[in-house]
């Protein structure tokens, strides 16, 4: 099984900084099969990227996926207050696991 | 607009059968290009990943929960459903269906929308 590991647990940061939230694998993720996902209080999980850097419908250029192999990263490059959520990493190269999430909290 | 709504019993015994239906709009159950499969979330932790179906009725499961879960379609209705047997306190969650984009190995992918998922609790 693909063991996905989330850092940090949690980040605390304020309006208009750069986030940037870790997603570590204990083995390779091929062909880059990685998503993220944001959830809010109450709130099903959002897609905002799949393929590790292509993003969803919808999602703003603020969001960005890089990384490969077994080192993923999403960076949010100007944090807005509706941003403030917790992000989950998902693999899909062999079968489907989440990462424990990574809560983005306002400093 | 592709939405899906869950639905059923909010409470199970243990040892009973959770049963819940997922009820797809603005998309057709019958797409090639899709699984239809659920996710769960126990309160306050991470996401874990049931299984699916594809429209042909082929489906994979989670290796962990492959015992107990079944997953069917009713093409007629747009709707697909999950059953899990032998319930237990852990399997208490909110169960979430998905839209699953496969692989290119047609194995689960990406998972998108989401439905605004169910709070299923089990106890006596």
């Known amino acids: 099984e693909i063991v996905l590991t989330q850092s940090p647990e949690t980040l605390s940061l304020s309006p208009g900084e750069r986030a940037t939230l870790s997603c570590g694998a204990n083995q390779s993720v091929s062909y880059n099969y990685l998503a993220w996902y944001q959830q809010k209080p109450g709130l099903a999980p959002r897609l905002l990227i799949y393929d590790a850097s292509t993003r969803a419908t919808g999602i703003p250029d603020r969001f960005s996926g890089s990384g490969s192999g077994t080192e993923f990263a999403l960076t949010i490059s100007r944090l807005e207050p509706e941003d403030f959520a917790v992000y989950f990493c998902?693999?899909?190269?062999?079968?489907?696991?989440f990462g424990q999430g990574t809560r983005l909290d306002i400093k | 607009q592709v939405q899906l709504q869950e639905s059923g019993p909010g409470l199970v015994k243990p040892s009973e059968t959770l049963s819940l239906t997922c009820t797809v709009s603005g998309d057709s159950i019958s797409s090639p290009s899709y699984y239809w499969g659920w996710i769960r979330q126990p309160p306050g932790k991470g996401l874990e990943w049931i299984g699916g179906?594809?429209?042909?009725?082929?489906?994979y499961y989670n290796p962990s929960l492959m015992r107990r879960v079944s997953i069917s379609v009713d093409r007629s209705k747009n709707q697909f459903a999950l059953r899990l047997t032998s319930v237990t306190a852990a399997d208490t969650a909110v169960y979430y269906c998905?839209?699953?984009?496969?692989?290119?190995?047609?194995?689960?992918?990406?998972?998108?929308?989401w439905g605004q998922g169910t709070l299923v609790t089990v106890s006596s």
């Open positions: 179906i594809y429209y042909d009725g082929n489906t």
């Open positions: 998902q693999q899909y190269a062999r079968s489907a696991t």
């Open positions: 998905v839209r699953d984009r496969p692989n290119r190995f047609l194995e689960p992918g990406w998972f998108d929308p």
